[in-house]
């Protein structure tokens, strides 16, 4: 857990010594760090006195406060501090996260870039077992509770927004229709955050292939119409974008959340221009403060008008739960850098007082295009034979809805018994499985592998509330939905998989 983290980590006890330290504090402490006294870390300039710090810190959790602190060399570091008491045992004491300041960038426009610190060659400390059952026991439950929400997520978005492509532009019940979408995408979020929140694994599932250029598309287009008629949007899309790998949902939610970000920014007037290129880089090439590496880039640029960043705030808009803003979490540009880390790339941000604010994401790329493509409703209609597997009635009902509307025949199953006598009566004549993987007595994986031998050419679509990890096996070539989507996230995924030839050109 924390004993991992490659940020420090100081357990301090109530007698003022360090007690336990993990090893990026050792790394910065020195390997002896444990057992000496807090205070002769503690450094002159700082404006208290260590033993006030510290019984502030002994008494309740504190907001981030900046202190200065000596290294095993003597030279100061400042650092964020996040504090709280201990909470093993009942004798005080308290834990310190430390997260070091990074230094202002040129003079001018003020360019930060935040990258993942290293992590020591020591293993890490192990966690307290207590402390490791207790977690394990709110982890598992979070992951049922996200489980259960994502499944009636997935039912509500699917009615609602085939409705919505149903109804005429003018009809009197579009608004409301329109808020009931925007509170289940909302609800959609929390409840995967609580998904991600839940693993202890830091890599989602596996990243595919793809192009960027669809996932701005449909960002600009859902806050098109929720910013307001005087924020004006600029969008410019490099027409053969480079491929990049990715894990569609959770880009999504970097772009979504950083697109938010920048109409928060402009408030009720204001311009956001969103932009792709692509970057060649022949040798190493600087970008404001960091360096990038020779090779191929897509770059995804969002601009807004806003007053911009203050240079004292810059440094820490992707800290976990620091914002500025009234009623917010403080998580959503953090998960962005999570997610732009996690995918091996990286993310500057330049901004100056009274000239707005410039986010820049860089995804490693392959020279290859995927082809660009948007689809019309006539265009997600087919006639093929699909047969889905839910032990959800409710998800049933919204795929057989969803695909009957759009000219598909549909078979349901409750569960992967019933998924096989089917299979084994009309099997030749079905086009396509789509299965949940987390089903009571057969799983969706127990029920691929029983279809492989049987039907080895049958596409599958696998589907799942749960995040997957990275190191799930997946060497069948099935494709993944997360749950909750829409009725077009359901369609265009099928019409990727059945005719991919209309999407991938090399």
């Known amino acids: 857990m924390l004993g991992q983290a490659t940020w420090p980590v100081l357990s301090v006890g109530p007698d003022g ?278 090779g191929s880039y897509v770059c995804l640029e969002v601009f807004d008008s806003g007053p911009g960043i203050a240079k004292e705030i810059l440094p820490r808009i992707f800290e976990p739960f620091f914002t500025t803003m009234y009623g917010h979490r403080g998580l959503g540009l953090a998960w962005v850098y999570g997610i732009v880390s996690n995918h091996g790339g990286s993310i500057a941000v330049s901004s100056a007082p009274g000239q707005g604010a410039t986010f820049r994401i860089y995804l490693p790329a392959q020279k290859r295009v995927v082809q660009d493509r948007v689809y019309n409703d006539e265009e997600l209609r087919g006639t093929q034979t699909i047969l889905m597997v839910d032990d959800e009635d409710l998800l049933l009902t919204m795929g057989e809805m969803v695909f009957s509307s759009f000219g598909y025949r549909v078979l349901t199953a409750s569960g992967g018994l019933q998924a096989l006598e089917i299979l084994e009566k009309s099997g030749h004549r079905i086009d396509l499985l789509i299965t949940d993987l987390v089903m009571p007595k057969m799983s969706g994986r127990e029920l691929i592998e029983k279809v492989h031998p049987m039907f080895p050419h049958l596409p599958i679509i696998c589907t799942s509330g749960y995040v997957r990890s990275k190191n799930s096996e997946d060497n069948s070539g099935e494709v993944y939905l997360q749950k909750p989507f829409s009725s077009q996230d359901l369609l265009l995924k099928v019409k990727k998989v059945l005719n991919p030839e209309e999407y991938i050109t090399t």
């Open 17 to 294: 010594r360090v007690a336990e330290a993990n090893e990026a504090a050792r790394h910065n402490f020195g390997q002896t760090i444990a057992g000496r006294p807090f205070t002769e870390l503690w450094d002159v300039a700082n404006h208290s006195d260590a033993g006030t710090f510290l019984r502030q810190a002994f008494g309740q959790s504190q907001a981030p406060t900046i202190i200065h602190l000596k290294g095993e060399d003597g030279n100061k570091s400042s650092y964020s501090s996040y504090s709280c008491p201990s909470q093993a045992g009942s004798g005080g004491g308290c834990l310190l996260q430390l997260f070091q300041e990074v230094a202002p960038g040129p003079t001018g426009n003020t360019t930060m870039f935040f990258r993942q610190p290293e992590r020591p060659s020591q293993g890490p400390l192990d966690p307290a077992q207590v402390h490791k059952q207790k977690l394990d026991c709110a982890l598992q439950l979070t992951r049922t509770v996200a489980l259960d929400f994502n499944n009636a997520l997935t039912s509500v978005l699917g009615h609602t927004s085939l409705i919505l492509r149903k109804l005429p532009a003018d009809s009197p019940w579009r608004s409301s229709l329109l808020e009931v979408e925007k509170s289940a995408e909302k609800a959609a979020e929390i409840a995967h955050d609580l998904a991600v929140f839940s693993r202890q694994e830091k890599d989602t599932k596996a990243q595919v292939a793809g192009n960027l250029n669809d996932l701005l598309r449909n960002g600009v287009e859902s806050f098109r119409g929720l910013a307001g008629e005087g924020v004006e949007w600029k969008l410019h899309l490099e027409s053969k974008l480079y491929t990049a790998n990715f894990e569609e949902g959770k880009m999504q939610q970097a772009v979504m959340k950083v697109l938010e970000n920048s109409v928060q920014a402009v408030g009720k007037q204001g311009r956001v221009n969103v932009v792709s290129r692509n970057r060649d880089v022949l040798e190493p090439t600087q970008d404001g403060a960091t360096m990038l590496a020779p």
